[in-house]
């Protein structure tokens, strides 16, 4: 399930264009398919869209606003003013997970482990960005854990606005999940991988929107920092089985019901 979604909030702004992709059955074409014949792992790390290859140049990306003060990691483009939101991949292995179902505040959470390059990357995104400060909140802890975080309205929300026929209750798991071993250029078909799998240690990919929020709050504090919001998560454990005893549940795009899916 894809849609592609634009966002202009002045006359002459530039407008930022990007793909919402919820249980979608092939890759959104928000990510250029690398040049290369390498699969699973390797597939995600040369990628155009991996978090050290955006970050090693900083002509590849600039932050357009989306609306107010909300501004997007977007593609870097020449002759248009339309310019694609980055959909970030990052690299990195499970510390804890709430997919299965929404956590008590009703997200769907990812900490990641990343390596040191990884976050040195973040660093050179964080700090090409408008906001600055003591007081700057970034998802990246002093012990490299990155925090991704989707709230379940705010899907059922995008949901709603783009007509589709989908909605999450607090029973369901997150709608992004898949196996990711075996995608290269030629088969980016997506194939589902349950919930349950995705367990602490476990190496991934991360697909997510990198925006900043920067408001002052009913108590009168001022926040502002850069989220990180996923969209879909690629299983890549190469120590993994291929058991046809895994099978998924996926919430149906038309219809709501449940549909069982063999995930391999």
């Known amino acids: 399930m894809r849609t592609r979604n634009s966002h202009k909030q002045d006359e002459g702004d530039e407008v930022v264009v990007y793909d919402t992709d919820w249980s979608a059955t092939q890759m959104s074409d928000n990510v250029p398919l690398p040049q ?5 792992l390797a597939y995600f790390q040369q990628s155009k869209a991996n978090l050290k290859n955006v970050a090693s140049d900083s002509e590849n990306f600039c932050w357009l606003r989306e609306y107010g003060d909300r501004h997007i990691l977007c593609w870097k483009t020449t002759n248009t003013n ?9 690299v990195g292995k499970i510390k804890s ?3 299965e179902v929404p956590n008590t505040y009703g997200a769907y959470t990812i900490d990641l482990l990343l390596d040191d390059e990884s976050q040195q990357a973040f660093d050179r995104i964080w700090k090409s960005g408008r906001l600055h400060g003591t007081g700057l909140n970034v998802p990246i802890n002093n012990m490299g854990v990155a925090k991704f975080s989707a ?3 705010s899907i059922n929300r995008d949901a709603r606005k783009n007509k ?3 909605s999450l209750t607090e029973h ?3 709608p992004g999940l898949h196996d990711g071993r075996m995608l290269h250029k030629n088969n980016t078909a997506l194939v589902p991988r349950a919930a349950g799998d995705f367990a602490a240690a476990i190496t991934v990919a991360v697909k997510a929107t990198v925006a900043t929020y920067d408001f002052i709050s009913n108590d009168g504090v001022h926040r ?3 989220p990180l919001g996923p969209r879909e998560v690629y299983w890549l454990d190469e120590d993994g089985d291929r058991s046809d005893d895994n099978l998924v549940h ?3 795009v038309h219809g709501g019901a449940d549909k069982q899916t063999d995930a391999y």
Do not use: E
């Not at 339309?82 to 990052?90: G, N, P």
């Open 97 to 99: 997970a709430a997919l």
């Open 250 to 252: 996926t919430k149906c």
């Open 151 to 153: 709230k379940m309205n």
């Open 36 to 40: 290369h014949d390498a699969a699973g």
């Open 82 to 90: 339309a310019s694609k939101d980055i959909q970030l991949i990052v």
């Open 172 to 174: 369901d798991p997150f």
């Open 224 to 226: 502002s920092g850069y």
């Open 164 to 166: 589709m026929d989908f």
